[in-house]
């Protein structure tokens, strides 16, 4: 309470030397108006006084010019000349007396800066008024008028401006515009991309298992959940399937020519989303039909195809719908169609592997597409040549795979090692091998990556395993319950006894050999049965799956927890499956001592 007393007492006294020094100066200026003014009065007296002296003594010498001297004769003063005088002009000078104050230096305190924080009932309403006034003083003297004028405010105009109407030409002239029809494209998957995300706003998260649980059965555990098809695809065969690795919602898939549209591309690769089921996010053309297809794993803006005439090319997704760069047609590359590919390596060191029925494995590089970085001749002894239809690389194995041929046999190969090349041959199918696929589930106690399934137009699906020195190299089982030739095969990537075949009927049959080795669990018909199966790729999931038909369509399937997720047992249940298989077998050829 005494600082705040003591605070306005300054600020009275510093107000009462403001209003001192006002009045000093108006005494000032006062007394200069005074000053100013009395010389002016005395002068024009002074020239008044002299203009009358002037005139009298003229008229004084006028009279004593005439007078007789003493003898009588006139007497004749010095001649002089008389000068009229100039009548003085006079006028009225205003003076103006300006009033002009030092300029006073304005220094601001911390309690003029900073607003004090009001203490209630500590100071009545005069004092505040003659604070307000003090800090307003200390600032300014006075407040400079400010001459202000009448504006006039127009209201706001709620009604638009009309929409201008475009003629039927410059329509046409915006729509053939390359960017926008890039924008419109672009702008209308965004929003469809938005308009499918499948979100249940009314979810109760706080439901229990036992409210939410539904007994499914495994036969109603696969279900059809969307459909990917489009004018450009329709007509098209699908050759092959690929889930990118980086963007798990995109699906690449290739097709061969329309034999109803001569004049459309012969090879098409289209990008397709899970979040915009309507049209492909990209399609992509080449000359010459498209058998297999990839992306880069690595660089996932990079998607590759191999074509009928033996050439490897290559798209980028930021790019134009041509591919950027592709391989020569020559002899030092495939000459044949490319059936198959894969990506082998790490970030920092991988490969693109190609075969071809031309008898050759090529290694690509993206850096260099023009010719592959190795070839490799692949011969069975030493001139059988052979003409590979598939590969399938052991899981995390840079080095050796297995390649499917024309005539059904299987050979094991490796790159790189000093025993390089083919050195013996899997005898069981009777057809051209059309699929094979190594064991991919990964977890568990025991090791299944020698494990691969096989399929073939012999109708038949072949297990085996690459371990064994036994010849020639028999299958560990062979499933038949196929009805027409069977196109492709493929592991689960996460249950270790499951695996899916299509055949050319339209069949899809799911096989978990841990419960049935005669009949699959599940096994359904696509469509009317009247189209083949020509690829199937399971999403990295293990949930969903993606089926390639004929007529160019391509099914994403729902797959159920209950038939995809493995139990705690599956690995070592397994074991006990492919033991009883050796047994089997080698009773079967009458040799107990080839089990193992």
Not at 70 to 78: I, K, Y
Not at 486 to 513: C, E, K, T
Not at 572 to 579: F, G, N, P, S, V
Request: net charge negative; charged share 25%; glycine share 8%.
């Amino acid at each position: 309470m005494a600082d705040r007393k003591a605070e306005l007492e300054r600020k009275r006294e510093k107000l009462r030397r403001i209003k001192q020094e006002r009045e000093r100066r108006q005494a000032r200026a006062q007394a200069e108006d005074a000053a100013g003014s009395a010389p002016a009065g005395g002068a024009d007296s002074h020239d008044l006084d002299s203009l009358v002296a002037n005139l009298i003594g003229d008229a004084a010498s006028g009279d004593t010019a005439g007078e007789p001297s003493a003898d009588g004769a006139p007497t004749t003063s010095p001649q002089r000349s008389f000068r009229r005088a100039r009548r003085a002009e006079l006028t009225t000078v205003a003076q103006t007396s300006v009033d002009i104050p030092p300029m006073e230096s304005v220094t601001y305190e911390r309690e003029t800066q900073t607003n004090p924080i009001p203490e209630l009932g500590l100071h009545n309403k005069e004092e505040e008024d003659v604070e307000e006034a003090a800090v307003n003083t200390s600032v300014r003297e006075e407040p400079e008028e400010v001459e202000t004028e009448d504006v006039a405010i127009q209201p706001p105009d709620d009604e638009p401006e009309p929409a201008k109407e475009l003629t039927e030409e410059e329509v046409t002239e915006i729509l053939q515009k390359t960017d926008f029809g890039d924008f419109f494209d672009k702008s209308t998957r965004l929003v469809e991309r938005v308009l499918n995300v499948d979100y249940d706003p009314l979810v109760d998260y706080g439901a229990g298992e036992a409210d939410a649980e539904v007994d499914v059965s495994v036969s109603d555990s696969v279900s059809v959940l969307m459909e990917f098809a489009n004018t450009t695809s329709t007509g098209r065969a699908v050759t092959d399937l690929n889930w990118n690795p980086k963007h798990p919602q995109l699906l690449a898939a290739s097709y061969i020519a329309n034999p109803d549209a001569p004049n459309d591309p012969d090879g098409i690769v289209q990008i397709w989303s899970l979040k915009l089921p309507t049209r492909p996010e990209y399609t992509f053309e080449c000359q010459s039909p498209v058998l297999s297809t990839c992306f880069s794993p690595f660089q996932s803006n990079y998607v590759l195809g191999g074509t009928y005439s033996g050439q490897i090319v290559l798209w980028d997704i930021s790019m134009k719908r041509t591919p950027v760069q592709r391989s020569t047609l020559s002899g030092e590359a495939h000459t044949h169609p490319v059936y198959c590919m894969d990506v082998v390596g790490t970030q920092n060191a991988h490969n693109y592997i190609t075969v071809s029925t031309d008898g050759k494995l090529c290694t690509w590089s993206l850096e260099q597409m023009v010719q592959p970085g190795d070839v490799m001749e692949l011969q069975y002894g030493a001139s059988k040549a052979i003409a590979a239809t598939c590969i399938s690389f052991r899981q995390g194995d840079i080095n050796n795979f297995v390649a499917g041929t024309e005539e059904g046999s299987i050979y094991p190969a490796s790159r790189h090692e000093a025993k390089g090349g083919i050195a013996e041959a899997f005898e069981g199918h009777a057809g051209p091998v059309t699929g094979i696929d190594y064991h991919r589930a990964s977890g568990g106690h025991a090791d299944f990556n020698h494990l691969f399934v096989s399929s073939s137009t012999d109708w038949t699906v072949k297990l085996w395993s690459s371990r064994g020195s036994e010849q020639p190299r028999k299958p560990l089982y062979s499933f038949e319950n196929a009805g027409d030739y069977v196109y492709d095969v493929q592991w689960s990537p996460i249950h270790p006894a499951l695996f899916v075949s299509a055949d050319g009927m339209g069949r899809l049959d799911f096989w978990n050999i841990n419960l049935d080795t005669e009949v699959p669990v599940v096994s359904l018909v696509v469509g009317d049965g009247k189209q083949a199966i020509n690829r199937v790729q399971w999403h990295s999931s293990g949930h969903k799956l993606a089926v390639g038909m004929a007529d160019g369509r391509i099914i994403i399937y729902n797959v159920g927890e209950k038939l995809s997720n493995p139990r705690p047992d599956e690995h070592a249940r397994l074991k006990e499956t492919l033991q009883e298989m050796r047994t089997a077998s080698a009773e079967a050829s009458g040799s107990v001592g080839g089990a193992r």
